[in-house]
Antibody, heavy 122, light 107 residues
Framework: DVQLVESGGDLVQPGGSLRLSCAAS????????MSWVRQTPGKGLEWVST????????YYADSVQGRFTISRDNSKNTLFLQMNSLRAEDTAVYYC???????????????WGQGTLVTVSS | DIQMTQSPSSLSASVGDRVTITCRAS??????LNWYQQKPGKAPKLLIY???NLQSGVPSTFSGSGSGTDFTLTISGLQPEDFATYYC?????????FGGGTKVEIK
């Protein structure tokens, strides 16, 4: 079975940094693009970032561009999200998700982790 | 960014009812539309991809249709385990965006 397990969520002050991890198992990790999606009660589900299977291309939402960095270690089946200059509006549950699909079908998130809570507050 | 609007935002239904949820895109997205189910405290679960393709393991009581800007998710014969919040998501372009959700509650 595919398992994605996030960690690293915490309470952090505005302007602070945090690094999230997502450990993957039960899949050929290096064959899939991976993404981070966050959820807040107010704004619902919001895509944050995607990294291609080999890590050679990354994509970001405008709201996190320049502050967040997505990366992966395929030798350790682990996805990361480095979050800098955190703001109150970054408070959310952060999910890692496997991106599947194709150019023909479009892309979708077929496996999700359980989520990790990031709270940005003084 | 493409805006996704779901309606209704919530509905009450009984076990066995047929339920239809609508999702409208702010511009044409062809059939690049996915549906997810989320239960409280859990991650979203993929139900349908590319408008009408049922994800493996999802009951055939779920179906999707539409194209362009208007899409529907239908649950034919609501089961107790179907009470949840449903989200649509477009993958026509980046950033992918989600609808605001439709909460299906027990009448």
């Amino acid at each position: 079975d595919v398992q994605l397990v996030e960690s690293g969520g915490d309470l952090v002050q505005p302007g602070g940094s945090l690094r999230l991890s997502c450990a993957a198992s039960g899949l050929t990790f290096s064959s899939y693009a991976m993404s981070w999606v966050r959820q807040t009660p107010g704004k619902g589900l919001e895509w944050v970032s995607t990294i291609t299977d080999r890590g050679d291309n990354t994509y970001y939402a405008d709201s996190v561009q320049g502050r967040f960095t997505i990366s992966r270690d395929n030798s350790k089946n682990t996805l990361f999200l480095q979050m800098n200059s955190l703001r109150a509006e970054d408070t959310a549950v952060y999910y890692c998700a496997r991106r599947s699909g194709s150019y023909l079908l479009g892309y979708f998130f077929d496996y999700w982790g359980q989520g990790t809570l990031v709270t940005v507050s003084s | 960014d493409i805006q996704m609007t779901q309606s209704p935002s919530s509905l009450s239904a009984s076990v066995g009812d047929r339920v239809t949820i609508t999702c409208r895109a702010s511009q044409s997205i062809s059939t690049y539309l996915n549906w997810y189910q989320q239960k409280p405290g859990k991650a979203p679960k993929l139900l349908i991809y590319a408008t009408s393709n049922l994800q493996s393991g999802v009951p055939s009581t779920f179906s999707g249709s539409g194209s362009g800007t208007d899409f529907t998710l239908t649950i034919s014969g609501l089961q107790p385990e179907d009470f949840a919040t449903y989200y649509c998501q477009q993958s026509y372009n980046t950033p992918v965006t989600f609808g605001g959700g439709t909460k299906v509650e027990i009448k």
